[in-house]
């Protein structure tokens, strides 16, 4: 049931309209001035407040601004007889959510509470999926490697430098992309991710700079590229490494120039885009065996960012084990799982070949198939399955 607050001092509008809510199905209480309103909106969740404009003690905006400054989630909805546009405009500015004049017409009443019951639970909704998105990209891990990693890019997060991130596949490069952007001046910007590795060779010009309509058989419209979608914000060019040579050209002239060209267009585009790599191979043997610019790879190697494969910093499992457990808790609504010494040991021992993405997919396993406690036969059982 939402749970609402009526401010006003006039005992008669707070009668109906609490008479009017309640009929409605809403928790109402009421508060007969801005100073009573004020110490039951700090005290209180509510989630929604219909506050008078003019109040003794503590006028209706001045509460507003003070309940706003607590980072209160209300949404308030002020109520005056003496509206007009400037009054109404003041209080959108001050974050009211709308302004309705007295008496207030029910129907429009009505809808502006529901609406504001709406844009408070988005707003509860946005932020729990940000905390969990937050989670989920978190780089974990306390070895003096991984420390490394972390350090360096919160370091280099706000600048503008460009950054090459290599590693072995499943070790965490993404991770670090997101972090890198999450701490850079951008991080309002989008962050568009590309794996190279994923497209083909005749497709990667066409993915990364657009094409004109009829530039080639199926370019039936025109097309935006990567590099223009993150205009002001950040590309990530994931597995670099597997572009084909004519589009590593492309790219080092954008990042020269700051200007991009579609396919089969000649009409030169401003970027403003800052860009990150990565690469699971070893790219001075690329450029010695032909496969690889050097120019290019100079132009990407400001900040060089190495994230360790899993069984070089063996001492991270246990924390990488319990944050999975944790996240997969919350996933499927269980209670969080607890894994036995010997079988956490055991976990430590293992190759992890498929580094981080291995042990998470492992960990879901051991969560699917095992009771309350995950012991060493368990372990032994799922974690590495004959195939």
């Known amino acids: 049931m939402a749970k609402l607050l009526i401010i006003d001092d006039e005992k008669a509008i707070r009668g109906a309209l609490r008479d009017i809510l309640e009929y409605e199905g809403y928790s109402v209480e009421e508060a007969s001035d801005g100073e009573q309103g004020l110490e039951m909106v700090k005290n209180n969740d509510y989630d929604v407040v219909l506050c008078d404009i003019r109040m003794p003690k503590i006028e209706g905006l ?136 994923a497209i083909p060779s005749e497709l990667i010009e066409s993915e990364l700079f657009g094409h004109e309509k009829g530039a080639f058989t199926s370019a039936i419209k025109q097309r935006i590229g990567k590099f223009e979608q993150a205009d002001g914000g950040t590309l990530f060019l994931d597995e670099i490494g597997d572009m084909s040579l004519s589009a590593q050209a492309k790219v080092l002239r954008a990042l020269q120039e700051n200007k991009i060209t579609r396919v089969g267009g000649d009409k030169e585009i401003k970027i403003n885009v800052r860009v990150f790599a990565a690469t699971n191979k070893n790219l001075q043997l690329e450029i010695a065996e032909g496969r690889f610019r050097e120019d290019l790879f100079h132009r990407l190697n400001v900040i060089p960012i190495h994230v360790p494969a899993l069984n070089q910093r063996p001492t991270d499992v246990p924390l990488l084990v319990d944050k999975f457990l944790q996240d997969i808790a919350d996933e499927y609504g269980q209670p969080t799982k607890e894994v036995t010494d010997d079988a956490m040991k055991y976990l430590q021992s293992l190759p992890w070949t498929g580094n981080v993405r291995e042990l998470r997919n492992v960990v879901e396993r051991l969560v699917i198939m095992c009771g309350d406690i995950i012991n060493l036969d368990d372990v032994k059982l799922f974690a590495m399955p004959v195939i």
């Open 62 to 197: 001045d509460l507003l601004l003070r309940a706003t400054e607590m980072g209160k989630g209300t949404q308030f909805i002020m109520i005056s007889a003496f509206g007009n546009v400037e009054t109404a405009v003041e209080a959108t500015k001050r974050g009211a959510f709308d302004f309705i004049s007295k008496p207030p017409d029910l129907n429009r009443l009505l809808v502006t509470v529901r609406n504001a019951l709406e844009r408070g639970k988005m707003i509860t909704e946005t932020k729990v999926l940000k905390k969990r998105v937050y989670k989920l990209n978190e780089i974990v891990g306390d070895s003096d490697a991984i420390r490394r990693v972390i350090d360096t890019s919160d370091r280099v997060g706000p600048t503008e430098a460009r950054v090459l991130i290599t590693g072995p596949n499943g070790s965490g490069k993404e991770m670090v992309a997101k972090r890198l952007h999450e701490r850079s001046n951008r991080a309002h910007m989008p962050l568009i991710e590309v794996n190279c590795a």
